[in-house]
């Protein structure tokens, strides 16, 4: 059965790092999609960062553009997002997303466009 399982969550403070990791199992990695999602408090689900893991193209959110940097490791199949210079407002369950087919350009960061989701791991920034 196919797995996405995040892990790198934890507490910091205003301005700090924090790195999650996603692994991926049950398939031959580099071909596909892969994802960061986060969903805050009170609000939905909204795409951070995403990878074409063949060619390594990336998308990121206006909101973490300089900020956050989505990349892979095809060997050990794991997608990290680092996560630099944190603010109270990137507190949120942060989740790894992947789709094994091609996405419509414009989708790249879009909810829909990702079949296969982890259970989410959590980020707290306090100020």
């Known amino acids: 059965q196919v797995q996405v399982v995040e892990s790198g969550g934890g507490s910091v403070q205003s301005g700090g790092s924090l790195r999650l990791s996603c692994v991926a199992s049950?398939?031959?990695?580099?071909?596909?999609?892969m994802a960061w999602f986060r969903r805050a408090p009170g609000k939905g689900r909204e795409g951070v960062a995403a990878i074409l893991l063949d060619d390594g193209s990336k998308y990121y959110a206006d909101s973490v553009k300089g900020r956050f940097t989505i990349s892979r490791d095809n060997a050990e199949n794991t997608l990290y997002l680092q996560m630099n210079t944190l603010k109270p407002e990137d507190t949120a369950m942060y989740y790894c997303?992947?789709?094994?087919?091609?996405?419509?350009?414009?989708?790249?960061?879009?909810?829909?466009?990702?079949?296969?989701w982890g259970r989410g791991t959590q980020v707290t920034v306090s100020s």
């Open positions: 997303a992947r789709r094994l087919s091609a996405i419509s350009s414009g989708s790249e960061l879009q909810e829909y466009s990702y079949p296969e």
């Open positions: 049950g398939y031959a990695y580099e071909h596909y999609w």
